[in-house]
T-cell receptor, first 110, second 113 residues
Framework: GQQVMQIPQYQHVQEGEDFTTYCNSS?????IQWYKQRPGGHPVFLIQ?????EVKKQKRLTFQFGEAKKNSSLHITATQTTDVGTYFC??????????FGKGTHLIIQP | EAGVAQSPRYKIIEKRQSVAFWCNPI?????LYWYQQILGQGPKLLIQ????????DSQLPKDRFSAERLKGVDSTLKIQPAKLEDSAVYLC???????????FGQGTRLTVV
């Protein structure tokens, strides 16, 4: 599979602050998928990016795929308590296995 | 639309025993994945099937783990014999094809004592 590294591992924010997690690879990625996993739950698909420089938005969430297709980011504006969970990037799923990063744990303090 | 079904939800076994997990993917989904997720870590791909053929099993510990997907639908994952470090949640997921979103089941939480 296509290996991806995520930073930071943990992020503490005050409710209302912004949050960003980054996903990086040493090789060109065919795609990037983002998933959210709530505590005690299973990963749930958020979005897929496939084009160089692609930017997609879902309400307060903004997803970017780098021009070189080697990095991606997820940005949440004005976090809410419902945003708590672990955010994973993943790549592959075709000829390569769908490989996940280690995730960024988002902790929100009210 | 029914989701990915997994059973059992929980399993406790002693080390050196055997265990099997079952997964029924979403109807029509050609791709099926098995992941191992240790507490606090990301899902680790064990095996990926495309219909009943294996796409990637590079991280499957083949001396003790085996998986099959007969007829390209349901799948079973077996561990024999289990070790303490196999304690984890085993997640099954399916997708409709290449590079499409994966839908996860609730997982099986395995505890090896």
């Amino acid at each position: 599979g296509q290996q991806v590294m995520q930073i930071p591992q943990y992020q503490h924010v005050q409710e209302g602050e912004d949050f960003t997690t980054y996903c990086n690879s040493s090789t060109t990625l065919s795609n990037i998928q983002w998933y959210k996993q709530r505590p005690g739950g299973h990963p749930v698909f958020l979005i897929q990016l496939v084009k160089s420089g692609e930017v997609k938005k879902q309400k307060r969430l903004t997803f970017q795929f780098g021009e070189a297709k080697k990095n991606s980011s997820l940005h949440i504006t004005a976090t809410q308590t419902t945003d708590v969970g672990t955010y994973f990037c993943a790549s592959g799923g075709g000829a390569d296995g769908l490989t996940f990063g280690k995730g960024t744990h988002l902790i929100i303090q009210p | 639309e029914a989701g990915v079904a997994q059973s059992p939800r929980y399993k406790i076994i002693e080390k050196r025993q055997s265990v099997a997990f079952w997964c029924n993917p979403i109807s029509g989904h050609a791709t099926l994945y098995w992941y191992q997720q240790i507490l606090g870590q990301g899902p680790k791909l064990l095996i990926q099937f495309q219909n009943n053929g294996v796409v990637d099993d590079s991280q499957l510990p083949k001396d003790r783990f085996s998986a099959e997907r007969l007829k390209g639908v349901d799948s079973t994952l077996k561990i024999q014999p289990a070790k303490l470090e196999d304690s984890a949640v085993y997640l099954c997921a399916s997708s409709s094809g290449h590079n499409t979103e994966a839908f996860f089941g609730q997982g099986t939480r395995l505890t090896v004592v």
